[in-house]
């Protein structure tokens, strides 16, 4: 079985509803049959459900689902088996305050069951980071690990994705930890995923912070950085990242 995931950060609400018709054509263009979020808002949630109507997501009560991070899936293809939110340290301050790691566990057609979690690193300019001096991405990286070991326990596929706000640290633990991202996985030196531009309006260096991770049986078959437009203005102030996956049966 083969199936494309899809990471987005979508930029919360700025420069919305001028985005709108972007995020709409690069959903009904790209269509994945998984499609994780971070930065969501209500709003933002409302236009997903309507470009992606055979898709499910994850229906809880909790801020962050709505405010901050889900994950839609074909339900052709996937049902839901459980789901939850795991505190690895994000939130510790009122900009992250709903970031946590957020998992689903699916089942595809032919009974096999893996995880789909993101989460959302804290942004390296925050107050605490610059007075304190200490990179809190590090620790982050660390528990994400560990928590995908416990959602993967014996081989059982995970996917970990999601805007991870640097990569020097955060794929030297995950890699230590069992992870694989899908560029090094394929061989594939990825180009910058924010920002976008123009749609990004003040100069900055790119950077590559926006990453895919499997854990388990499962492997990348093909992953991309999309550089999508519609008109002169892109979905996000990120480019999303589409990989293709297939189970491991080995």
Not at 106 to 129: N, W
Not at 179 to 205: E, F, I, M, R
Request: aromatic share 10%; charged share 25%.
């Amino acid at each position: 079985m083969r199936f494309v995931v899809m990471t987005h950060n979508i930029w919360a609400d700025n420069r919305w509803p001028e985005r709108e018709p972007a995020l709409r054509a690069l959903l009904r263009t790209r269509r994945p049959d998984i499609y994780a979020v971070q930065e969501l808002r209500p709003a933002t949630r409302a236009v997903i459900d309507g470009e992606l109507p055979n898709h499910r997501r994850v229906d809880d009560e909790d801020r962050g689902w709505s405010h901050e991070s889900s994950i839609w899936w074909n339900s052709d293809l996937f049902t839901e088996l459980e789901h939850g939110a795991i505190d690895i340290g994000i939130g510790v301050d009122e900009i992250h305050r709903d970031r946590k790691l957020f998992w689903v566990r699916l089942a595809a057609q032919d009974g096999t069951t893996f995880v789909v979690s993101t989460a959302h690193f804290c942004f390296p300019g925050t107050e605490r980071e610059l007075t304190e001096h200490i990179n809190p991405r590090i620790a982050q990286s660390e528990a994400a690990g560990a928590a995908v070991a416990v959602l993967g326990a014996h081989g059982a596929p995970v996917l970990f994705m999601g805007d991870l706000n640097e990569s020097w640290h955060v794929t030297r633990i995950l890699h230590a930890a069992g992870l694989k991202d899908s560029y090094s996985a394929l061989g594939v030196t990825p180009g910058p995923t924010w920002p976008t531009v123009p749609t990004w309006p003040q100069p900055t260096t790119p950077w590559v912070i926006d990453f895919q991770f499997h854990y388990g049986n499962i492997r990348a078959l093909s992953t991309e950085i999309v550089d999508f437009f519609e008109g002169d203005i892109a979905p996000s102030d990120h480019k999303p990242v589409l990989t293709t996956y297939g189970f491991d049966i080995d």
